[in-house]
């Protein structure tokens, strides 16, 4: 069918063409411009030393599974790295990457959502005339998707959720074209897609569910095609028994352990932390997308519903409300970032709600530029004074804490340089994380360079730097003045080098042992 809200023009290619490139610019610009302005954060620092770990030596391509951690997102950055670029911006770089394959899934899967009872019988046939019919629903969604924070924030960040999301869009643009065609080719494409997002996190098995769900919902009464989905479930599980060449594959399951209750817990409170997070949730949209957008988009949504019937934008519902809820239900850690998969189909319903107000398209696109003025104001800042930016208490440690990496890439260029003349020991606090990570992946390859991590709660300078001082090499010792815990007597033994400082009055220094 063809939407009833708007009558488009089937024609005007050119303009078409020409708002596509304009759309690709702004998501290139918006998301290189001063890509550095965050300094790394703990687990940016742990993904990336990963990966450079994997470049340096190819058996220990799994070493994401000692943390439990699926490693397709280090395995794409490893490759990256061998142009021997900046390693945050190489990182970095991979979201941004995915980011843009997410844009163009949320682009799609609007087109097609519109049109899903349009009578085609062709695949291909069927999504050119959905761009043709459907374009300013497209260009909308993703207009959106480019000037709210949720994904402005995320696409600009070294880990794996942005990948994640990107291979959920697409796994729910399969699942629809699987749904209406029902052909063994679109199976096997998504399963392959599942299997990549298996590979990324394990929050993908929300997927896999969902796309049997989407199968099942439109094609309930048509038995002899259900092994379709059966088949992209096989695949994505033979695709994720990749990992079991890794020798730690069982740490996957047990870490997953660490970030959910069990069923057991879950009876016991089942409204906590479902409530809580719930409430978290509330907070983290109020940000990351702004209330102006979201009163607007309930209010066309159900306009939209109300007029067109068009039940089976519940699909869409259902791949963001579900996870969020199972995710409320069971998870022992919350934030914006573990939720981002959820925010792409949430986005194309926020499209077709705004796209009820007005039925001339540049109308649309002025009043849903209007509601995007608050996040616009915080994209700026975010970008070129993430200092003084302030988060939620659940996002915090992107920009302060001791998780916030602040004037290490300072300290690392400083250090690189010594070590140009003398041996350059470097003990720092903790043993995983910021530091020694942060450091690490800065000066990977230096001669004449070693950073060891040190532990936390030390309270006299370590012996292992006392020894090589004594030896003749040069030694510095790397914290955070919050986790600074060493006696007046010891730190008279250190020289303050630098300090950088943190918001919530932190800072992270650099000492010499004299």
């Given amino acids: 069918m063809t939407s009833g809200v708007c009558m488009i023009k089937k024609n005007n290619w050119g303009i078409k063409i020409f708002l596509s490139f304009i759309l690709v610019g702004l998501y290139f610009f918006t998301r290189l411009q001063n890509l550095t302005a965050i300094p790394v ?9 990963w990966s450079q770990i994997i470049k340096n030596e190819e058996t220990l391509r799994f070493i994401p599974q000692t943390d439990g951690k ?13 142009f021997h670029y900046d390693p945050l911006v190489t990182g970095r770089f991979v979201s941004v990457s995915a980011g843009f394959l997410l844009l163009l899934g949320i682009f799609f899967t609007t087109c097609i959502i519109i049109d899903f009872f349009n009578p085609s019988r062709d695949p291909i046939k069927f999504i050119r005339e959905s761009i043709r019919d459907n374009f300013y629903y497209g260009f909308l969604s993703s207009l959106i ?38 052909r063994l080719d679109l199976s096997m494409l998504l399963g392959i897609t599942l299997g990549l997002a ?15 769900f989407t199968f099942f919902i439109f094609n309930f009464k048509r038995i002899n095609s259900y092994y379709l989905p059966i088949i992209s479930s096989i695949i994505a599980f033979f695709i994720y028994n990749i990992l079991r060449l890794g020798p730690q594959f069982n740490m996957i399951a047990l870490r997953n352990k660490d970030y959910v209750w069990g069923l057991s817990e879950i009876i016991k409170h089942p409204l906590d932390p479902l409530t809580p997070h719930l409430h978290d949730t509330l907070a983290i949209f109020s940000q990351y997308i702004s209330w102006p957008v979201l009163i607007f988009a309930l209010i066309g949504l159900f306009l939209f519903f109300f007029y067109q019937k068009n039940t089976h934008l519940f699909v869409l ?9 199972a995710n409320s239900a069971i998870a022992k850690v919350f934030t914006a970032r573990y939720i981002l998969f959820i925010i792409p189909s949430f986005l194309v319903l926020i499209s077709i709600g705004l796209s009820v107000f007005f039925k001339n398209n540049l109308s649309r696109i002025i009043f849903t530029l ?10 700026q800042k975010i970008s070129l004074d993430p200092f003084n930016v302030q988060l939620l208490s659940t996002e915090s440690g992107y920009i302060s804490g001791w998780t916030s990496g602040w004037g290490i890439k300072n300290s690392a260029d ?12 470097v003990g720092t606090e903790g043993s995983f994380g910021t530091l020694p990570d942060g450091l690490q992946i800065y000066t990977d390859g230096t001669k004449q360079l070693t950073i060891i991590g040190l532990g936390l709660g030390f309270t006299s300078i370590p012996n292992n730097l006392v020894n090589a001082r004594n030896f003749g090499d040069e030694v510095y010792l790397s914290i955070n ?11 008279d033994k250190l020289e303050l080098v630098s300090s950088f400082q943190k918001p919530n009055n932190d800072a992270y220094l650099l000492y010499k042992l004299k």
Avoid: C, H
């Fill in 198 to 212: 298996w590979l990324t996190k394990s929050p993908a098995i929300y997927f896999v569910a969902l796309s049997i």
């Fill in 370 to 379: 209007i509601l995007l003025i608050p996040n616009l104001f915080w994209l």
């Fill in 317 to 325: 519902l259902a791949w963001g409300l579900l996870p969020l809820l």
């Fill in 70 to 82: 699926q490693p397709l997102f280090m395995w794409i950055t490893a490759i990256l790295l061998r």
């Fill in 41 to 49: 954060f703990g687990d940016e620092a742990i993904y990336i030393r």
């Fill in 414 to 425: 400083f250090l690189k340089e010594r070590s140009k003349s003398v041996n350059v020991i």
């Fill in 481 to 491: 003045k919050s986790r600074l815990s060493l006696s007046s007597l010891e730190q």
């Fill in 145 to 182: 998707y480019l000037f709210i924070p949720f994904t402005f924030f995320f696409d600009r960040l070294a880990v794996p959720d942005n990948l994640l999301s990107a291979f959920g869009i697409w796994s729910l643009f399969l699942s629809l074209l699987l749904a209406k065609f029902r």
